[in-house]
């Protein structure tokens, strides 16, 4: 079984940034895309970023210029670089990954347990 561990929420002062790491771990053959998503009190979940195994990327237009997403495929890890922060970008994030746990299984779609941001002054 494999599993997602978030780190480096926290809270920021708007204009500030913050680097989130997603690490995968556990019984991992390959891993597709990778993808950071938010929800904040009172909305629904949305896609942030996403990040394929090739380094393609796709970002939700209200992030475009501030928040870049990496990846680390030596490492099974993901990152989310925000810049410029805003107080709209205060939800809990959370990481996903397309993943085969052995060959010939069926890619499932993993996530991790989220981490908080909050931007506020």
């Known amino acids: 079984q494999a599993q997602l561990v978030e780190s480096g929420g926290g809270l920021v002062q708007p204009g500030g940034s913050l680097r989130l790491s997603c690490a995968a771990s556990?019984?991992?053959?390959?891993?597709?895309?990778m993808g950071w998503h938010r929800q904040a009190p009172g909305k629904q979940r949305e896609l942030v970023a996403s990040i394929t195994s090739g380094g393609s990327t796709n970002y939700a237009d209200s992030v475009k210029g501030r928040l870049t997403i990496s990846r680390d495929n030596a490492k099974n890890t993901v990152y989310l670089q925000m810049n410029s922060l805003k107080p709209e970008d205060t939800a809990v994030y959370y990481c996903n990954a397309d993943l085969r746990s052995l060959p010939g299984r069926p890619v499932y779609d993993y996530w991790g347990q989220g981490t908080q941001v909050t931007v506020s002054s």
């Open positions: 556990g019984r991992i053959f390959s891993i597709n895309t």
